[in-house]
């Protein structure tokens, strides 16, 4: 990991353990590819959490946005998960 993705966790983390009383309810919002295995890949990060997840394809359909309401433990387990999806080719975090 680059530096300065590793100092944007940093602070992630940081102004969550500030702003958020844990465990907490957490909104994940992803941009994807619309590409059925790399939607399936981000809904599997977050299986058997509890998590709802709502997919919405863009108007041209070339990309799927993913919202993932799901109870966090802590924020180094917010950012955990940020860093594991990361993987996903083309993903963007919002």
């Given at each position: 990991?680059?530096?300065?993705?590793?100092?944007?966790?940093e602070r992630l983390k940081e102004e969550l353990?500030?702003?958020?009383d844990w465990?907490?309810?957490?909104?994940?919002?992803?941009?994807?590819?619309t590409d059925a295995t790399k939607i399936l890949a981000v809904e599997n990060a977050f299986n058997n959490?509890?998590?709802?997840?709502?997919t919405t394809q863009s108007r041209t359909?070339?990309?799927?946005?993913?919202s993932i309401n799901v109870s966090m433990?802590?924020?180094?387990h917010v950012v955990a998960k940020y860093q594991e999806v990361s993987?996903?080719?083309?993903?963007i975090s919002l």
């Open positions: 990991m680059d530096k300065r993705t590793e100092e944007f966790y353990r500030t702003t958020s465990p907490t309810l957490y909104l994940y919002k992803f941009i994807v590819p959490m509890g998590a709802v997840i709502n359909g070339k990309f799927t946005s993913v433990l802590s924020p180094e993987t996903i080719e083309g993903i």
